[in-house]
């Protein structure tokens, strides 16, 4: 009982003392994501909206691509436009994530090597700078494509993602400080995990021996899931509900990795300082 209680506590506190450290440092939060977004377009005319015309004008260039050019309108429902921009937006905000969380401590160690500094804010902030962005452009991107009702799926979806990628955000935190090798082997396997995912294709466009264990790569199952909710039409006559197996397998994860992604995190910090 005591291993299941301390698993409770630890997973508790994984999402309490951020989330309480981030109200008691809202000022100090706030700073550091507006920091970050005005370095990305420092100098610039644009400012502070460059971050959202990037994304935006990447949409333009794939609506161009896929349905000027290519006219791929399949007859399966939606149209591979949709389908692609409505999966590859969140592998953007998943992969920026990933990659920041890696190098996160040697990104922020002006910060908390000689002053001060409340460091479980940063998995924080490594979330929220780039969730800021998508949390605009992503519920606009889904809007146009499946109508007005998708506004609040869009932003759901971002929402979820970011909760979704907290125990990975700390492991890769820590990782990243005691294996150096983390941020060199990170590309390559966001590579394979997204051609390994359907964002670039439909699911059963692949061979039935394939597809049986997508189930074994967790963004397949984050890609399922985002379709599943984007195409259902609440407004139908009869809604073609989701298919909640994946679900279950993202969360079942998340459960398992936040508790000791937790204890792993609070354990590093004290030796972060001396090793960054």
């Known amino acids: 009982m005591n291993i299941v209680r301390r698993y409770f506590h630890n997973l508790y506190a994984a999402l309490a003392i951020p989330w309480q450290m981030s109200r008691q440092h809202a000022e100090l939060l706030k700073l550091l994501i507006k920091r970050d977004l005005l370095q990305r377009s420092s100098g610039t005319l644009l400012g502070k909206f460059w971050p959202v015309m990037q994304t935006l004008m990447q949409v333009v260039g794939f ?3 896929f349905d000027i050019v290519y006219g791929m309108r ?7 436009l949709e389908y692609l ?4 937006l969140p ?7 990933v990659m920041r969380a890696s190098g996160m401590f040697r990104e922020y160690a002006s910060l908390y090597r000689r002053s001060q500094f409340p460091i479980e804010i940063l998995p924080v902030v490594t979330l929220l700078v780039p969730g800021t962005i998508f949390i605009l452009v992503y519920p606009l991107v889904t809007g146009l494509l499946f109508g007005p009702w998708a506004l609040i799926w869009g932003a759901f979806i971002i929402v979820l993602l970011l909760i979704w990628l907290l125990p990975f955000v700390y492991l890769l935190a820590v ?38 264990w997508l189930f074994l790569n967790p963004i397949a199952d984050l890609m399922q899931s985002v379709h599943s909710l984007l195409f259902l039409n609440p407004l139908a ?6 298919n909640w197996e994946p679900v279950a397998r993202l969360w079942g994860l998340w459960l398992l990795l936040l508790a000791p992604a937790w204890l792993v995190y609070r354990r590093a910090l004290p030796h972060v300082r001396e090793l960054v």
């Open 91 to 97: 592998w953007f905000l998943l992969s920026e994530i």
């Open 74 to 80: 399949l007859q399966r429902g939606p149209s591979f």
């Open 175 to 212: 990782m990243g400080v005691f294996l150096r090798d983390v941020s060199q082997t990170l590309p390559i396997l966001l590579m394979f995990m997204m051609y390994g995912s359907p964002i670039l294709y439909f699911p059963d466009m692949l061979p039935a021996s394939v597809a049986q």
């Open 237 to 242: 006559p009869v809604p073609n509900w989701p």
């Open 63 to 65: 609506w161009f691509l």
């Open 85 to 88: 921009l409505s999966g590859i």
